[in-house]
């Protein structure tokens, strides 16, 4: 028996609409995000305590990975989470670590702070969303991330500082590796406004 050419269309559209909800777009929901340093201040000097008062401790040291978003498809229907095998507190430490290390500093991370620094960085706040949008043909992701941290000189705090970036961008090609690259350029720009004035104050 010989199927209707009609017929054979019906369920094609059928199957491609299957795909289009259902988000089929590549996208890789292992997140890792490989930091390079952007920062060029060069007036560092000495020690630096470098504390994460914003993880927690007792999650960190049990979990294997974090979920830091989700993807959803066109109508807005969760398919899938994005996980991390870092939690974000120590996403934003090791970047801290790379650009002032860079900036001359000597780092030292603890997870207890010490009696009267000399100097000291208490990253307080992290807050991380990163998001995709999944369709068949492209896949769209938005990243926010916002940090504070409390700058001690000389065992007192001088100075409370909260950074935040937002950003966006899809892809067509290479759409498994979206998710991480913004994630990256998001950091890059929350160290790109915060190291050059954490240095300035250190250094005063």
Same mark, same amino acid.
């Given at each position: 028996? =010989? ?37 060029? =201040?060069?007036?560092?000097?000495? %020690? ?49 670590? +790379? ?15 010490? +009696? ?20 068949? =043909? ?35 090609? %290479? ?16 160290? =790109? ?12």
């Amino acid at each position: 028996m =010989t199927r209707h050419p009609l017929g054979k269309l019906a369920i094609l559209l059928c199957f491609l609409a299957l795909l289009t909800n259902a988000g089929c777009a590549a996208y890789s929901s292992q997140i890792a995000m490989l930091y390079d340093p952007v920062t060029f =201040t060069k007036k560092g000097s000495g %020690d630096l305590y470098l504390v994460t008062s914003a993880a927690n401790p007792a999650t960190d040291a049990t979990a294997i990975r974090w979920v830091i978003g989700s993807v959803t498809n066109r109508d807005g229907v969760k398919i899938d989470d994005l996980l991390s095998t870092m939690p974000p507190a120590g996403m934003v430490q090791d970047a801290l670590s +790379q650009e002032l290390r860079r900036a001359g500093y000597n780092i030292i991370s603890t997870t207890t702070p010490p +009696q009267a620094p000399g100097k000291m960085l208490d990253v307080v706040q992290v807050q991380l969303t990163l998001n995709q949008l999944s369709s068949l =043909t492209d896949v769209e992701a938005k990243c926010r991330l916002a940090i504070g941290i409390n700058v001690w000189k000389k065992g007192a705090m001088v100075k409370k500082l909260h950074y935040e970036s937002k950003t966006t961008d899809y892809a067509i090609k %290479d759409r498994e590796l979206l998710a991480g690259s913004l994630l990256r350029s998001t950091m890059q720009e929350v160290m =790109t406004q915060a190291v050059p004035e954490i240095v300035n104050i250190l250094e005063q």
